[in-house]
């Protein structure tokens, strides 16, 4: 594709950042991939003027979406490769809808089955920052779901570590220490940490152990407890 100066401009001052407009409706073709999601893909993959370097990339997300996006009738099959491999990574709706289906399988034990029947929950997440095509879902937006749909506020203060994945179990950050640092300047009086940091509590700084009430949970059911006061 010939450059205009304008486009010589562009990927001189941003390389590695510049997408060509007319690859996502060429990769598209027949399928409900959101424009959204290529572009990302596309800016992750092909950043380039190089037309080889576009080549490769372009094939590289096509196999990403032939691997990663299951259509909405797909969602059984997205499922049993799940059981199959223990784990795999799904981009945008799908992953919501295992996150869907779990909220649904604790409803009973939260008080929400009246809710729930009486509203619909739309999602989408996309981790545009990182390095990633899918990603966790972090506890606090599944508490964000329950706050919305038990009319409950989350309690004045609180901060939530940890991820959800797609398979129900909790993922403790790397290191707790920079992250309730963080929230102690930024305010934060009582901070929710996965179990699995537990041994990392030793080692915070005595302001954060002496001015943060840090309270550990086991499961995420367990949070929304804590952090809602049910």
Same mark, same amino acid.
């Given at each position: ?8 401009? %562009?990927? #001189? ?9 007319? @690859? ?5 073709? &027949? *399928? ?5 999601? @290529?572009?990302?893909?596309? &800016? ?7 037309? *080889? ?9 096509? +196999? ?5 996006? !299951? ?6 099959? %997205? ?10 990574? !799904? ?18 034990? @939260? #008080? ?11 999602? *989408? ?16 937006? !599944?508490? $964000?779901?329950?706050? $919305? ?7 004045? &203060? ?24 963080? $929230?102690? +300047?930024?305010?934060?009086?009582? $901070? ?10 030793? &080692? ?13 949970? #086991?499961?995420?059911?367990? %949070?929304? @407890? ?5």
């Amino acid at each position: 594709m010939q450059q205009d100066d304008l486009d010589k401009k %562009a990927t #001189g001052l941003f390389a590695g950042k510049v997408v060509r407009k007319d @690859l996502p409706h060429q990769i598209k073709g &027949g *399928e409900n991939v959101p424009s959204y999601v @290529l572009e990302y893909l596309l &800016g992750k993959y092909r950043a380039s003027d190089n037309d *080889e370097e576009i080549r490769i990339g372009v094939d590289a997300v096509k +196999e990403t979406l032939t691997t990663n996006y !299951f259509r909405h009738d797909e969602a059984n099959k %997205a499922q049993s490769m799940v059981e199959r491999k223990g784990r795999h990574r !799904f981009i945008d709706r799908v992953e919501v809808r295992f996150l869907f289906s779990y909220l649904q399988s604790v409803k009973d034990k @939260l #008080g929400l089955t009246q809710m729930l029947a009486q509203k619909d929950i739309h999602a *989408e997440a996309v981790d545009l920052a990182g390095g990633r095509i899918g990603c966790p879902c972090g506890v606090a937006f !599944f508490t $964000a779901i329950i706050s $919305a749909v038990r009319n409950r506020h989350v309690q004045a &203060g609180t901060v939530i570590l940890g991820d959800l994945t797609i398979q129900g179990n909790i993922k403790g950050p790397a290191s707790i220490t920079e992250p309730l640092q963080l $929230a102690l +300047e930024s305010g934060a009086v009582r $901070a929710l940490v996965p179990v699995s940091n537990k041994t990392q509590f030793a &080692g915070l700084p005595e302001n954060v152990i002496e001015r943060l009430d840090v309270v550990f949970y #086991g499961d995420v059911d367990r %949070a929304v @407890l804590k952090t809602l006061a049910m």
